[in-house]
C-alpha cells in the first residue's frame, strides 16, 4: 500500500486500487485524526482524507461556529481528481456530514450515530451552534439549563432528549434540511447509544426524507452503542469522559452489520 501523507491536521491514506471514490473522514468530539478507519478504507480502495475539524492550526478551538465550508472546500478539493466523493462522519462529525451534504452535492454520505438537528457548543465562555455559514451561525437547539447528571461518567441522552422539546420553534429551525441530500445515505445506529438517541435522530432523518421522495438506508443494533467498531477495529480510547452505552461484543455486531453498506454505498473492493 502508498504510504499516508500526514501532516498536523490531514491524514491521506492512498489506495493501492482505486475504486474511483474518494471520502472525506470526520471523527466526532474527541478531534480525534481518524488513521485506521482511514486506513480500512483505502486498503479497499478508497482514497481517505481524514482531517481534524477543531482544535487545529487556525481552527475554531471547540465544535463552536465552524464554517462548514471548512468542509466544503475538502469536498471541492476531493472532487477534482476523483469521479465519486462521499462524506463519513461519526457523532458531532455525522453531523457535519449531514449538513454538509445538505449543503452541497456529495455523492454519498454516511452518518454514525447521526443527529436529525444542529446542536450548541461552547467556546471561550459563549454558546453559539456548532456550525456557521456565510459566516453567521446557523440554528441549533439550545441546552435544557435545569439538567443535571445523574450518572458518573455523565449519561447524556436524557439532556439531549429534553432540550428538544423546550423550544420546538427553535427545534424545527435547527432541523437540518435532509431531504436537500441527493446522494446515497447510509445511516447507522445503537439501540443502547446512551449520549444521544441517535436510533430515534436516524428514523426522524428517514421519515422527513421519504416526504420527500428520498431513500435512506438504516443500520441499527439494539444492543449497540455510541461508538462503531467496524470489521478490523478496536475500541477507541479517549474522547470526552461520557457514558456511551453498548459493549464491544455489540458495536462490533453493529459494524459487521453495517460494512456491507459501507461498501456498497462507497464502491469498495469486498475481498
Known sequence: MPSPIVSDDTYDALPERPCGT???????????????????????????RAIRWFGGIGQRPAPHEVPIELLIDQIELLRRDHDRVAIFGTSFGAEAALVTAAT???????????????????????????????GSPMPAVEFDSAWTPTTDPPEYLSLYSSSL????????????????????????AGGDDRVWPSAAFATAIS?????????????????????????G?????GGVQMARGGTPRADAALGAQAWPEISR?????RD
Do not use: F, N, Y
Open 207 to 231: 421519515q422527513r426524507r421519504r416526504a420527500h421522495g428520498r431513500r435512506t438506508t438504516i443500520v441499527q443494533h439494539p444492543d449497540a452503542g455510541h461508538r462503531l467498531l467496524l470489521p
Open 265 to 269: 454505498i462507497l464502491g469498495l473492493d
Open 104 to 134: 452541497v452535492e456529495v455523492d454519498a454520505t454516511i452518518a454514525v450515530s447521526p443527529s436529525s438537528v444542529i446542536w450548541s457548543g461552547l467556546a471561550e465562555g459563549r454558546w453559539s451552534s456548532h456550525w456557521s455559514l456565510g
Open 165 to 188: 422539546s423546550l423550544d420546538p420553534a427553535l427545534t424545527e429551525a435547527a432541523t437540518i434540511p435532509v431531504e436537500r441530500i441527493s446522494g446515497d445515505l447510509l445511516l447507522i
Open 22 to 48: 474518494a471520502v472525506l473522514l470526520l471523527a466526532g468530539s474527541s478531534g480525534r485524526l481518524e488513521s485506521a478507519r482511514a486506513d480500512l478504507l483505502s486498503h479497499r480502495g478508497a482514497r481517505v
Open 233 to 237: 477495529e478496536v475500541a477507541a480510547v
